[in-house]
């Protein structure tokens, strides 16, 4: 089965410092999006992106986030200056039309210190 | 806003036992609802989902789930639980907005099986 990609597993940040999160969905997939999960807590709804634009994003998603598909195969998230709230485990995940399967990636655990 | 949840936090079987894993939601039209496995380490995988039709929904590793408007619920079974099922189990209520489907967890249910 086809599989998002996403990298690192694990990445460890200064508060204060810009992180960039990086995902490949699926090849023919339209639909991208972030997803987090803080430890112990639910999986929450961050951005989706399709048509090179964010068409839905959450109220956690503020000015510190962005995301970017800066070439026909990568989607980004960067967080602009990291807060110590940020740590979370961040899942990239895509699919082909707004009612088909969505796959998810493994996740990037972030840890801010 | 739509909401799910999921009221145990912690379940242990005996393997081969059977198991239902418990999902309510509120939403205000016909939801489109998921249940999702985490392993440890391991992304989110869709085990089954509810569109349309059919209340009984088949998955994939042996499980099922059931649809009850008029409960508002969307309970996991599986008639017999294999240790390698222990993992964190998410159900997930989805709406499409129109430019995007978007997902709402419940806060998941730690499943342990023990030999």
């Known amino acids: 089965e086809p599989e998002v990609t996403q990298t690192p597993s694990h990445q460890v940040t200064q508060m204060g410092q810009e992180v960039i999160l990086r995902c490949v969905p699926i090849?023919?997939?339209?639909?991208f999006y972030w997803y987090r999960q803080i430890l112990g807590q639910k999986v929450e709804f961050l951005v989706s992106f399709y048509n090179n634009e964010i068409s839905e994003k959450s109220e956690i998603f503020d000015d510190q986030f962005s995301v970017e598909r800066p070439d026909g195969s990568n989607f980004t998230l960067k967080i602009r200056s990291t807060k110590l709230e940020d740590s979370a485990m961040y899942f990239c995940?895509?699919?082909?039309?707004?009612?088909?399967?969505?796959?998810f990636g493994s996740g990037t655990q972030l840890s801010v210190l | 806003a739509q909401s799910v949840t999921q009221p145990d936090i912690h379940i242990t079987v005996s393997e081969g036992a059977s198991l239902e894993l418990r999902c309510n939601y509120s939403?205000?039209?016909?939801?489109?609802l998921f249940w999702y496995v985490q392993s440890p380490g391991q992304g989110l995988q869709l085990l089954l989902k509810?569109?349309?039709?059919?209340?009984l929904v088949q998955g994939i590793k042996g499980f099922e789930a059931e649809f009850k408007r008029s409960q508002s619920s969307f309970n996991l079974r599986k008639p017999s639980v294999h240790w390698s099922d222990a993992a964190e189990y998410f159900c997930?209520?989805?709406?499409?907005?129109?430019?995007?489907?978007?997902?709402?967890f419940g806060t998941g249910t730690r499943l342990q099986v023990t030999l």
């Open positions: 997930a209520v989805g709406i499409n907005t129109g430019t995007a489907s978007k997902l709402t």
């Open positions: 995940a895509s699919n082909r039309g707004r009612e088909e399967k969505l796959f």
């Open positions: 939403y205000g039209a016909t939801p489109y």
């Open positions: 509810y569109f349309s039709g059919d209340t």
């Open positions: 090849s023919n997939h339209l639909y």
